[in-house]
C-alpha cells in the first residue's frame, strides 16, 4: 500500500513538474547554450554505452533465433527477427535503460545535490524559476537526442546481428540474406513506432529523475537516497509504459 502511494505521489507530482516546465517553452531560444550543452552530456554519457550493448543484443538475438531455426531450416528469417525486435522493443528500451543509469542518475545527484546546498533556493531568490533554468534545458536536450540514440541503438543491433550469421559457420546464410529478410520485415511504422516509444520513455525518464532532485530534503546522505529513488522508479515506470505504448501500437 505504501509503495502504490509513492508510486502516485511520483506520477502526481512529476506530471505537475512536467506543466509548470512546460509553461517555460517560450524562452526555448534564450536558453539556446544550455540546451546545447546538455545534448552533449546526454549524448557522450548514453552513446557509447548503448551502441556497445545494442552490438551484443543483435548478435545473441541472431545466434538464438539462428539455433532454434536451423533445425527447421527457416535461417533466412534472422534478419527479420532481428530487425522487428530491435526497431519495435529492445532499442528504445535498452536505450531507455542506459539513459537512466548514465545520465538519469547523474541529473538526480546534481540536483538534489543543488536542493540540499539550497542553491535551488538562491535561484528562486533572484527570481529565476528552477524549471525554466534546471528542467527545461534537460527535457529540450533529451527529445532532441533521444531519437538519435534509438537509430543508433537499431543500427549497431543489425550490425551485431550481421556479424554472428557472417561468421557463425552453422547458421549457413549470406549477409546478403540477412539483410534481404531485413528490409523485407520492417516497415515505416515499426521505424516510428519504436522512435515515438523512446521518445515517451527518454520524457518520463528526465521528468522522474528531475522532480525526485528536485524534492531532496536533508542531508547529503539523501543525495545518494534520492539517485537510488530515481533509478528505480524509473525503470518501473519504462516497463510499465512499455507495455500500454505497445498495446496501443499493435
Do not use: H
Request: hydrophobic content about 50%; glycine content about 8%; charged content about 10%.
Amino acid at each position: 500500500m505504501f509503495a502504490l502511494l509513492n508510486v502516485l505521489n511520483q506520477l502526481g507530482s512529476g506530471l505537475m513538474l512536467l506543466l509548470r516546465t512546460l509553461r517555460y517553452l517560450p524562452y526555448s531560444l534564450r536558453m539556446m547554450p544550455r540546451i546545447v550543452d546538455q545534448c552533449l552530456f546526454i549524448g557522450n554519457g548514453t552513446l557509447p554505452l548503448t551502441a556497445i550493448l545494442s552490438l551484443f543484443i543483435g548478435g545473441v538475438l541472431a545466434l538464438q533465433f539462428g539455433y532454434s531455426a536451423n533445425a527447421f531450416g527457416a535461417t533466412d528469417f534472422i534478419g527479420g527477427v532481428v530487425g522487428v525486435s530491435l526497431v519495435r522493443e529492445l532499442a528504445p528500451v535498452m536505450t531507455a535503460i542506459m539513459l537512466t543509469g548514465r545520465v538519469g542518475s547523474a541529473v538526480t545527484a546534481e540536483l538534489a545535490s543543488m536542493k540540499v546546498y539550497q542553491e535551488v533556493d538562491a535561484l528562486k531568490t533572484m527570481n529565476i524559476p528552477p524549471e525554466r533554468f534546471l528542467v527545461l534545458p534537460r527535457l529540450i536536450a533529451v527529445a532532441i537526442t533521444m531519437p538519435l540514440l534509438t537509430m543508433t541503438s537499431n543500427l549497431m543491433g543489425w550490425i551485431g546481428g550481421q556479424l554472428v550469421v557472417r561468421f557463425v559457420p552453422w547458421l549457413d546464410q549470406t549477409t546478403q540474406t540477412y539483410y534481404n529478410a531485413l528490409r523485407a520485415q520492417i516497415t515505416v511504422k515499426d521505424l516510428t513506432d519504436g522512435l515515438v516509444k523512446g521518445e515517451i520513455f527518454a520524457l518520463m525518464v528526465i521528468i522522474v529523475c528531475c522532480n525526485v532532485g528536485l524534492q531532496a530534503q536533508g542531508g547529503p546522505r539523501e543525495i545518494g537516497a534520492a539517485v537510488t529513488r530515481a533509478v528505480v522508479s524509473c525503470i518501473i515506470f519504462i516497463l510499465l509504459l512499455d507495455y500500454f505504448v505497445t498495446y496501443t501500437q499493435l
